[in-house]
């Protein structure tokens, strides 16, 4: 079955970075939609940024545009998110996503993906 694994999370003080990673397994990498959701206590679930894989086409939320990237390692089924110079408003369990087919549509709705990852904690400390 589709197993998304992430790892990287952490604490880190504000302006710090951090390099989350999102391995898939049992999943068809290749031409398709792997994403980056975030969600903090009492706020809904928020799309970060995008991939797809078939071309390295990518999409960001404002908030994240020029501090974070979003690129793939398709030699290890692997996306990863490099997040720099983080605020505090970066604090959330990071969940990695990804469609099973077909094209995503209005990418950051949660529902267009078929599976999710676990999740990673990430703190970001004034």
């Known amino acids: 079955q589709v197993q998304l694994v992430e790892s990287g999370g952490g604490s880190v003080q504000t302006g710090g970075s951090l390099r989350l990673s999102c391995a898939a397994s049992g999943y068809t990498f290749s031409s398709n939609y792997i994403g980056w959701f975030r969600q903090a206590p009492g706020k809904e679930r928020e799309g970060v940024a995008l991939?797809?894989?078939?071309?390295?086409?990518?999409w960001y939320t404002d908030s994240v545009k020029g501090r974070f990237t979003i690129s793939q390692d398709n030699a290890k089924n692997t996306v990863y998110l490099q997040m720099n110079s983080l605020k505090p408003e970066d604090t959330a369990m990071y969940y990695c996503?990804?469609?099973?087919?077909?094209?995503?549509?209005?990418?950051?709705?949660?529902?267009?993906?078929?599976?999710w990852g676990q999740g990673t904690q990430v703190t970001v400390s004034s």
């Open positions: 991939i797809y894989t078939g071309g390295g086409i990518t």
């Open positions: 996503a990804a469609r099973s087919s077909g094209y995503v549509g209005i990418w950051y709705l949660p529902e267009k993906y078929n599976y």
